[in-house]
């Protein structure tokens, strides 16, 4: 079975440009999150969706960030415009979304954004 | 605000030492605690997962364990092996609040031969 996929793996953008990432949870997954990670920490969660609804957004810079869902599968985040402090790597993870406490979250591999 | 506090924060072995990363928590109300193996690189992949109740999980060579009264858990690696140099992240689910989950910023354990 495909685990979490994510495209591009690497991006490097001018800072004031837009950028897209891709995810495609593992088939079944309810649940869907994107994470910032910064060199040396862990991650930050962005968004949180169950199926198709955004149900924990409250960390998402909603000034330059945005993320969709549709249909409850594929996400999208996207940032414009993009500012030096946005280089990080963002991952995207999901799980069943059966018991939101002890779900396994599966991560991708991740999107490393470097931003000059 | 709750937090997960790990330790040290970088830590260099020689190959077929033991070793033991520390993770402190102040999360409320308790759900669980996991530990996570990210390869540099990759992304972050589940361990162990340890509720209020258990205090020991083991999963091959990787022991974790749970003192929910102290909010200590600790993740003892034995016999250390070349593929066992990654980041180890500690991650504090809440029992309420849609069991929001706190990351640590990890321990980066580096084997050497």
């Known amino acids: 079975e495909a685990g979490v996929v994510q495209s591009p793996r690497y991006k490097i953008i001018e800072k004031k440009q837009p950028v897209a990432f891709w995810c495609n949870p593992i088939?079944?997954?309810?649940?869907l999150y994107w994470y910032r990670q910064n060199l040396g920490q862990g991650p930050e969660l962005l968004i949180r969706?169950?199926?198709?609804?955004?149900?924990?957004d409250s960390q998402l810079p909603k000034d330059r960030f945005s993320a969709e869902r549709l249909k409850g599968v594929d996400s999208t985040l996207k940032i414009q415009p993009a500012e030096l402090g946005d280089s990080a790597v963002y991952l995207c993870?999901?799980?069943?979304?059966?018991?939101?406490?002890?779900?396994?979250?599966?991560f991708g591999p991740g999107t490393r954004l470097t931003v000059l | 605000k709750n937090q997960v506090e790990q330790s040290p924060q970088s830590l260099i072995i020689l190959e077929g030492k033991n070793c033991t990363l520390q993770?402190?928590?102040?999360?409320?109300?308790?759900?669980?605690l996991r530990w996570y193996k990210q390869d540099t690189g990759r992304g972050p992949v589940s361990l162990t997962i340890?509720?209020?109740?258990?205090n020991t999980k083991s999963n091959g060579r990787y022991t974790a364990t749970l003192d929910a009264d102290t909010k200590q858990s600790s993740l003892h690696i034995t016999a250390s092996q070349l593929s066992d140099s990654a980041s180890y992240i500690c991650?504090?689910?809440?029992?309420?609040?849609?069991?929001?989950?706190?990351f640590g910023d990890g321990t980066t354990l580096t084997v050497k031969p």
């Open positions: 993870a999901s799980s069943l979304g059966l018991a939101a406490s002890t779900d396994t979250q599966y």
């Open positions: 088939s079944g997954h309810n649940t």
């Open positions: 969706y169950e199926n198709e609804e955004a149900v924990d």
């Open positions: 993770c402190n928590y102040t999360v409320s109300p308790f759900s669980n």
């Open positions: 340890m509720t209020f109740s258990e």
């Open positions: 991650v504090v689910s809440e029992l309420t609040n849609a069991g929001k989950s706190t």
